[in-house]
């Protein structure tokens, strides 16, 4: 039965690939864009193109040598115009993108919460703990008041707040908070207060927990356990930009927003690592416009890790932008029960890479609660700390495991790794669950802590 799915997927893509190709034979159209306009609707896209053409939008984000743009077309003549211009590169509609969380509330298994089973799945120790290595985080923003986001010295961890849910009425950029330079974390409490009782939204502040809990996997200090539910890179620090509502949804202008972001600026705040738990179901070869932006990314020499995905072990279900080709895909592994979590998506991706590339620790791992967020009891540890499953928990553990990695490269060779480095390490230093080769199941294995 596994086969027979696996084969029948392959030729889905294989199909609808070909059918793409007399329409623009060096460019990928989103099937759901064919389908509104052969139903005669008119349909948002957006077209991933080399900077030099002259395309007229909405809205345009631009990453190096490549250019995003948003616009309307009406018909399929529109359509076919567009994908036979030389340069443009791909053509897809509009998605939303958001971390759902698996339900583990009938689950036969009683979890052993006690346990901090992330340190056991990737074997961390005290050598290495990500020091001078910053890791941005883009999600549901964070609960910097929790006392496991500050330093010895009470000093918030956190370089820059970023949220691209509010602009600058002056830049019309996203609008940030440095602290120590814009106010305290106190004053910045304030001003997110204000602003939900506006909008019924905050801008850096996390009610939703998704973020807090991410953030807590990679960089939490572990003051209020008294070490116990620590990251696993407690010595690293954090960006954070907030795109991701209340409600845990973004769409496809936010999540550019936040990725030009990082795009722009990673050099101001030595950005090292880029952890994305989220993602969206779309066929894609990893040509959208939210996979190719990483992509620019991780071309400035950033490591990219995102959640492969909770469809189940299904194939060809890696998410985007998970999918795209310089990105990690995480899929979630089962320290409790050793084995690969039920619910984490599988490759290959539609165009026969292989993926994930590497699986983390994702079942009931307990990191930091945010304190306006109620969690169901089953999840919850104690007042400051929660258990959450999914790919969205194992992207962090080894975008940590990578900090821990980084610290150790440069205090050995005193330059930062390459992608070459840190493959070799990966592919060195995992639990091999194919002991032969990268498979689409389990990627390279488990990453271990240097």
């Not at 889905?12 to 139903?39: G, Y």
Request: net charge negative; hydrophobic share 45%.
């Amino acid at each position: 039965m596994f086969n027979v799915a696996f084969i029948a997927s392959l030729l889905v893509a294989f199909t609808t690939i070909n059918v793409l190709k007399p329409l623009a034979a060096f460019s990928r159209i989103d099937p759901d864009v064919l389908q509104s306009l052969n139903s005669g609707e008119a349909v948002e896209v957006y077209v991933v193109a080399d900077t030099t053409v002259k395309l007229v939008g909405i809205k345009e984000w631009r990453f190096g040598d490549v250019k995003i743009v948003k616009m309307w077309l009406y018909d399929r003549d529109d359509l076919d115009r567009l994908a036979s211009m030389s340069g443009v590169k791909s053509v897809y509609g509009s998605k939303k993108f958001t971390h759902p969380i698996p339900d583990f509330s009938v689950a036969d298994v009683t979890y052993n919460l006690s346990r901090d089973i992330k340190w056991e799945v990737h074997k961390r120790n005290e050598n290495w703990i990500g020091r001078n290595v910053t890791v941005a985080i883009i999600d549901t923003g964070l609960d910097y008041l929790h006392s496991d986001f500050y330093d010895e010295n009470n000093n918030t961890i956190v370089k820059i707040f970023v949220s691209v849910l509010f602009v600058s009425a002056k830049t019309g950029e996203p609008i940030v908070w440095i602290p120590g330079v814009n106010g305290t974390m106190d004053e910045l409490y304030m001003y997110d207060m204000e602003l939900y009782a506006e909008y019924n939204e905050t801008a850096f502040l996390d009610l939703s927990g998704h973020g807090t809990h991410v953030a807590g996997i990679v960089a939490g200090r572990g003051w209020v356990s008294n070490g116990k539910y620590r990251g696993l890179a407690p010595g690293s620090e954090l960006v954070v930009i907030k795109a991701f509502n209340n409600d845990g949804y973004a769409s496809m202008d936010a999540c550019l927003d936040a990725l030009q972001w990082v795009y722009d600026y990673w050099g101001d705040y030595d950005i090292r690592i880029l952890s994305l738990s989220w993602g969206a179901a779309m066929a894609s070869d990893g040509s959208d416009p939210i996979s190719v932006a990483c992509d620019k990314i991780a071309d400035q020499g950033i490591f990219v890790f995102a959640a492969a995905g909770n469809m189940g072990n299904i194939p060809t279900t890696v998410m985007v932008p998970a999918v795209a080709k310089k990105v990690y895909a995480v899929g979630a592994w089962d320290g409790y029960l050793d084995k690969i979590a039920p619910f984490s998506s599988i490759g290959t991706t539609i165009d026969f890479r292989m993926k994930p590339d590497m699986l983390g620790a994702g079942v009931m791992v307990v990191s930091s609660k945010s304190s306006f967020v109620d969690f169901p009891d089953y999840l919850e540890v104690d007042e400051y700390y929660v258990a959450l499953s999914g790919t969205s928990m194992s992207t962090p553990c080894v975008a940590a495991v990578c900090a821990d990695f980084i610290e150790y490269y440069y205090y050995w060779n005193h330059e930062y790794p390459s992608r070459d480095s840190w493959e070799a390490f990966v592919i060195r230093n995992s639990r091999k669950l194919n002991p032969f080769f990268k498979d689409f199941i389990s990627g390279w294995g488990i990453p271990i802590s240097p």
